[in-house]
């Protein structure tokens, strides 16, 4: 999850490839992405509209670990300029991870609002 955190704002996708199964499934606001190429596109028009995007996650908490899968969740915080304004927002997450050929992937994220 560091590394995902850390690459995620490079904003190339093809730095987090080895990171996310070709069969994940990302639940954000914006809609539900399955594929490699569907999740791609999503980060990619994020990544357009949302200009010098920081992202990153605080109290991550594992609540399942095992030899083939992990789960953790956390909040996730963002800033960047959109339309000329700075603007910024966070939320909660979840992840799941699956270890495929050895190593650990990214199987399943959503990320959420907060509720009120």
């Known amino acids: 999850m560091a590394a995902y955190a850390e690459l995620i704002n490079q904003h190339d996708f093809e730095l987090l490839t080895s990171l996310i199964d070709d069969d994940a499934?990302?639940?954000?606001?914006?809609?539900?992405y399955h594929g490699m190429e569907s999740v791609r596109?999503?980060?990619?028009?994020t990544?357009?509209?949302?200009?010098?995007?920081?992202?990153?996650?605080?109290?991550?908490?594992?609540?399942?670990?095992?030899?083939?899968a992990a789960?953790?969740?956390?909040?996730?915080?963002w800033q960047a300029v959109i339309e000329g304004q700075l603007a910024q927002g966070s939320g909660r997450g979840t992840t799941v991870l699956g270890k495929r050929?050895?190593?650990?992937?990214?199987?399943?994220?959503?990320?959420s609002a907060f509720p009120e």
């Open 101 to 111: 050929r050895g190593e650990w992937r990214i199987a399943h994220e959503h990320l």
């Open 41 to 45: 596109a999503a980060f990619e028009r």
């Open 47 to 68: 990544w357009q509209r949302f200009s010098n995007e920081r992202y990153w996650l605080e109290d991550v908490r594992w609540i399942a670990k095992a030899d083939t």
């Open 25 to 32: 499934t990302f639940w954000f606001s914006s809609g539900s």
């Open 71 to 77: 789960s953790c969740i956390y909040s996730f915080h």
